[in-house]
């Protein structure tokens, strides 16, 4: 399917898109019921549980799902949404259908219905969200060694960086020190997957400081 885009200009903020998507995943057919479960919307895309019902009780057979102990089968959604001049417009994909976007939380997962086939695109898809979940949240002064050498736009290359940041008017920008020449880059999250946390800024702390903040642990 490809973009809808809504002229009348309806959708103005967050509150109005995820009401909007809220009654796009609620509708219902002579023999079936479709309701929201929970909605997340990461950056400009918004993620989606909804879950099917027969309407008569009998359970609901699909050819992608393990139908839930209470019959239903509850399925993702990802919306992809923009504003053109002033316009909101969205295109969803079911999670079956390949979707690129791939950074659904873990708790809207936890809300989706078994898949019967290991290798469809929604396992895959489901997957990338757990990697994408998976990569820490480094903080300042954290020493990292990337999985991969990262080509920078010289030509150069790095792999083991110390997370710092730096200013922009009021604003705290993140970026990481190379360890070789002392410069600074920005790096994706998607960069940090596979990383290795090779010395914590906790752990450099002064030995006072890090044995009270050990003791916060236990």
């Known amino acids: 399917m490809g973009w809808l885009f ?6 103005k903020s967050y509150a109005d898109e995820k009401a909007e998507i809220t009654r796009l995943c609620t509708f219902e057919t002579d023999i079936r019921k479709t309701e929201l479960l929970k909605a997340c919307k990461v950056g400009s895309t918004w993620y989606a549980a909804a879950r099917v019902t027969n309407l008569h009780g009998s359970p609901v057979e699909d050819a992608t799902y393990v139908t839930d ?9 990802v919306f992809l949404t923009r504003y053109d001049d002033g316009c909101w417009g969205y295109k969803d994909m079911e999670e079956s259908a390949g979707p690129v976007e791939s950074r659904a939380p873990l708790s809207l997962l936890a809300l989706l219905s078994e898949l019967k086939n290991p290798e469809s695109y929604a396992h895959a898809w489901r997957q990338r969200c757990r990697d994408w979940a998976s990569i820490p949240d480094y903080q300042e002064g954290d020493r990292i060694k990337l999985a991969a050498p990262v080509t920078l ?12 940041h730096y200013s922009r008017g009021r604003q705290k920008r993140r970026c990481y020190r190379i360890e070789e020449t002392g410069a600074l880059v920005r790096l994706s999250k998607a960069t940090l997957a596979g990383s290795e946390l090779l010395s914590s800024a906790k752990g450099a702390a002064s030995p006072v400081l890090a044995e009270f903040l ?5």
Do not use: N
Request: glycine share 12%; proline share 3%; net charge negative.
């Open 214 to 218: 050990a003791g916060q642990e236990d």
């Open 6 to 11: 809504y002229t009348d200009r309806r959708i």
């Open 69 to 77: 102990p209470d019959g239903s089968v509850t399925f993702g959604a």
């Open 153 to 164: 736009t010289d030509g150069s290359t790095c792999q083991i960086v110390t997370v710092t």
